[in-house]
């Protein structure tokens, strides 16, 4: 038997919404006591003991591209940043779309990642939105959700049959909510930034658009469904009524999304082209308020892995996505020194609300919960170095600034896979 | 003269008094090119390079001209087709020309940006001819030197920019350049061809010519891209130039003695009415081709004297 056992920490609980000074001792893989933080065992010196970070939506880049992410380095990327469960997107080459690849891949990262790894599948062949997969057959070999990524359905008759199909087999459909064409081309948010700089831009209502789509699907065919990102202000209200008429619908947003805005893009600054691309301030702000409340229920990093070719051209031809496990903790930290959240806030939309929604037991410090914890001093500052991340990929926007909040320990059921404390 | 750049990317970057000093030296060089013997000695020794990675005659021709009478090298390279096709990236072709050891760079490219991101790459001065929908300086700048010596200042002027707005970069540095000068500023055109939160910029946006052109000094107006148009902005030819063509009628809206402008190629009968056009009392159109060369010795003149500046410091 293997005990873990730690002392004189600040416990950071989103199921009760605590943070109070503690310790806990973990046996197995489990935790098994709770206390008050006395007693023998490593001393934690005072910082934060939260549950680790479970990360939906992370994109490694096996099969297929493997120079810019592979199972190893999103591992190690993700222990460095405090995500003990990744949620891999099947939006790799070829798509994750048959029990095949995702058994390839279930073997990869169980030989290669320090970190949970849980894999989505497509929800159609190809990710072409013409055929669903073979969503039981999926489920057997280990899929947690269903997604076709950032492209959307657009024939709707497919979309109609394949969530009727997933409710029937008891999936989760992760869904990315945009009106295809009008966002078709898109490289930055419609308005005066974006007609300045002359870049082919989407309406903010696109999202509102692909959302009610949705909704109304929903209330058709019942499934179990969670948005990807919602990241404007418009798409809000839709997402409240949907939810207050019972449906079974989550929501999500990118790190990116809530910390930075259309203005960030600057001269053309490639590392900050997202999919949907950076909003308005105005959005910024109705999204964090909206996690706050717990009308988002989950904060994602949107890890997207690019090499430098990909990023280094003019912004329309420029590939989207930004690496993101590492930074995702001490960028989430500025939404709490600015007064926006609490801690125990940003962790229920970090760690339990995304175990819930995927009925994983994590999420939580309570007995009989998993070992998987990270330990973190909240203040301590530095300056991103991107040249110093973990990822294949360095295609951070937050290379150079200045941050707050320093992972120093990460467990996966007691295990410690990141730090130096043991 | 004031001029603290070391490219030109944009009107956006300039400070009024770099804009004057541009304008200011343009006039020395309209006059030169006026003069029996239009050839000096100033760029003697450098290279200057066109890179139009979009086609183009008449910019190409007038950069092409203003460094030859400057006494520069001249190269030019149409790259539309060549080697984007073979799967090479500006930025390697950038360097690839970087390496001949080139003073000036020309460019124009069809991606908004895209000059920029080059820009960083080299380590000569860089003129932007044009990227995508973002801006087109030396455009601004030519119509602003008109402007100047038709209407004998470039400020407190009323201005109408007229109809492709949402594709145009002539009409964004047109928009920043005037701004800066402290100009009223209208925009008119259909909704389909404006941009979205133009209106923030600090001018008026207009969907009627007639309420739009009254009591102007100035009428610009935009080629009707039609190459860009990637499907119905509006409903026909025909109906745009009832709408917003610009004919002696829609004009007679205008300041009595307001001048009309138009940056070419134009498309006679749709965006403006040919008689018009050519009317020599209204239409500036070929002083606007004459400025152009004049500006663009300018700028690359001013740049030039900044990069053997630099060099000296080195």
């Known amino acids: ?422 | 003269m004031t001029f603290r750049q070391d490219h030109l990317l944009g009107i956006e970057p300039l400070a009024p008094d770099e804009i004057t000093s541009i304008l200011d030296l343009a006039d020395d060089y309209v006059a030169l090119s006026r003069s029996p013997d239009k050839h000096v000695e100033t760029l003697r020794g450098l290279t200057q390079i066109n890179m139009f990675f979009e086609n183009s005659t008449r910019t190409q021709a007038s950069f092409e001209l203003a460094g030859k009478r400057l006494g520069a090298d001249v190269m030019n390279m149409g790259l539309a087709a060549s080697s984007i096709k073979k799967g090479e990236t500006l930025i390697d072709t950038a360097m690839t020309l970087n390496a001949m050891q080139p003073d000036l760079l020309v460019v124009r490219h069809p991606h908004s940006g895209a000059v920029d991101l080059l820009a960083q790459k080299v380590n000569c001065a860089v003129l932007n001819a044009g990227d995508g929908r973002h801006e087109h300086p030396t455009q601004a700048l030519l119509d602003a030197l008109t402007i100047r010596r038709k209407k004998g200042r470039l400020h407190r002027l009323s201005i109408a920019i007229c109809g492709d707005i949402a594709h145009s970069r002539v009409a964004r540095s047109n928009l920043i350049l005037l701004g800066k000068m402290e100009n009223r500023l209208r925009l008119v055109g259909p909704p389909t061809l404006m941009p979205a939160g133009i209106n923030e910029l600090g001018c008026e946006v207009y969907e009627d010519m007639a309420e739009g052109l009254r009591d102007v000094d100035v009428v610009m107006m935009l080629r009707l891209q039609k190459e860009r148009m990637d499907g119905g902005f509006i409903p026909s030819e025909r109906e745009y130039h009832h709408l917003y063509g610009l004919d002696a009628d829609k004009l007679s809206h205008a300041s009595p003695d307001a001048i009309v402008m138009h940056p070419g190629p134009m498309n006679r009968g749709v965006e403006i009415d040919g008689t018009l056009a050519d009317d020599i009392n209204r239409s500036v159109i070929q002083e606007q081709v004459e400025m152009g060369v004049a500006v663009r010795m300018a700028a690359m003149d001013l740049l030039a004297r900044n990069l053997r500046d630099r060099r000296a410091a080195a």
């Open chain 1, 1 to 422: 038997m293997t005990t873990l056992a730690l002392t004189n920490a600040r416990l950071i609980d989103p199921e009760t919404g605590e943070e109070r000074p503690g310790g806990l001792t973990v046996e197995d893989g489990v935790i098994t006591a709770l206390h008050d933080g006395s007693g023998p065992g490593i001393d934690c010196g005072g910082l934060c003991l939260a549950p680790g970070i479970v990360d939906i939506g992370v994109k490694v880049c096996e099969p297929g591209e493997r120079h810019k992410e592979s199972f190893r380095s999103a591992g190690l990327a993700a222990a460095a940043g405090g995500v003990t469960t990744i949620v891999t997107r099947p939006d790799t080459t070829p798509a994750i779309d048959s029990p095949e690849t995702l058994e390839f891949v279930a073997r990869r990262a169980r030989e290669a990642a320090p970190v949970r790894v849980l894999p989505m599948a497509a929800l159609t062949k190809g990710r072409a939105g013409h055929e669903m997969t073979e969503i039981g057959f999926l489920m057997d070999a280990g899929a947690v959700a269903f997604s076709d990524g950032d492209r959307v359905i657009a024939d709707t008759k497919v979309l109609t049959r394949a969530l009727t199909y997933a409710r029937s087999r008891g999936a989760l459909v992760i869904g990315h909510v945009q009106e295809p064409g009008l966002s078709a081309g898109a490289a930055a948010t419609s308005g005066k930034f974006a007609s300045l700089r002359g870049l082919p831009s989407v309406s903010a209502m696109a999202e509102r658009m692909g959302l009610d789509r949705d909704i109304a699907l929903l209330e058709m065919t019942g499934v179990a469904y969670h948005v990807d990102q919602i990241t404007t202000a418009r798409a809000l209200p839709a997402l409240e009524r949907a939810k207050a008429n019972g449906l079974d619908i989550t929501a999500g947003v990118s790190i990116h999304h809530l910390t930075l805005n259309e203005f960030d893009v600057s001269n053309y600054r490639t590392f900050f082209k997202v999919k949907p691309p950076l909003r308005s301030e105005d959005d910024r702000q109705a999204v964090v308020a909206a996690i706050a409340s717990g009308l988002i229920d989950v904060i994602c990093s949107m890890h997207t892995p690019q090499d430098e070719e990909s990023k280094r051209l003019p912004f329309e031809a420029a590939a989207s996505g930004a690496v993101g496990l590492q930074t995702l903790l001490p960028a989430a930290m500025r939404l709490v020194h600015a007064g926006d959240l609490t801690l125990a806030q940003l962790w229920r939309a970090l760690s339990l609300n995304p175990s819930d929604r995927l009925g994983l037991p994590s999420g939580r410090l309570a007995v009989g919960a998993p070992g998987d914890l990270v330990l973190f001093d909240p203040d301590a500052p530095f300056t991103l170095d991107r040249f110093k991340l973990l990822s294949k990929s360095r295609n951070t926007p937050f290379d150079e600034a200045r941050m707050q909040g320093v992972v120093r320990a990460t467990w996966v059921g007691g295990r410690q896979v990141f730090g130096e404390l043991t």
